[in-house]
């Protein structure tokens, strides 16, 4: 009797695949969580397309998220921003990172919940606060006291995003820790290939 290779047990990318079947991995949380960015990795372990819904929005509209805000306002963006991910949701499975306020609308949140296991990258204060400081693109920071701002949008979103599937903390380690507790995360998940989105 030979003894089977060592090779032969999935891995943690495999069996988070396995997991994810025919479903979206989307992400969800506030600005600077990290959903791009851990996004992409992920992406790549699972052997998926990532798309960020922010910049496909950029791409149909041709014009930048705060350039769509300024001119339409944020009803009007968050109505094209489900558009658009109800699309790209019946093109998966594929990992999607979504802006911080697309899990808050309803509609929005329903299509997710059809078509994919959604992912909150959770963040604390501290840790948003010294990613979305560095830069100034963020057309709701752009008040008084931005931080303050930071604050009321975490009170405000935190119990949506609390109702997502999978909850991984965000904070300052290597990106590839993070990526790996979301694959674990995936991975304890029943195996299932059902997606709804088409329903």
Known sequence: MTDLPLSVAPTLSERARAALGRRNLVFVGLMGAGKSAVGRVTALQLGLPFV???????????????????????????ALETRVIKRLLRGGPRVISTGGGAFINERTRRQIERG?????????????WERVNKRDHRPLLKTENPKQTL???????????????LTVISRD?????????????LASLPSSSESKIDE
């Not at 604050?151 to 599937?165: G, Q």
Request: cysteine-free; hydrophobic content about 45%; charged content about 35%.
């Open 52 to 78: 960020d819904t922010d910049a496909e929005i950029e791409r149909v509209s041709r014009m930048t998220i705060s350039e769509l805000f300024a001119a339409y306002g944020e009803e009007e963006f968050r």
């Open 116 to 128: 994919g296991i959604s992912l909150w990258l959770k963040a604390d204060i501290d840790v948003l």
């Open 151 to 165: 604050e009321k949008l975490m009170n405000e979103r935190y119990p949506v995003y609390a109702t997502a599937d």
């Open 173 to 185: 380690v290597r990106k590839d820790v993070i990526v790996n507790e979301v694959l674990a995360a």
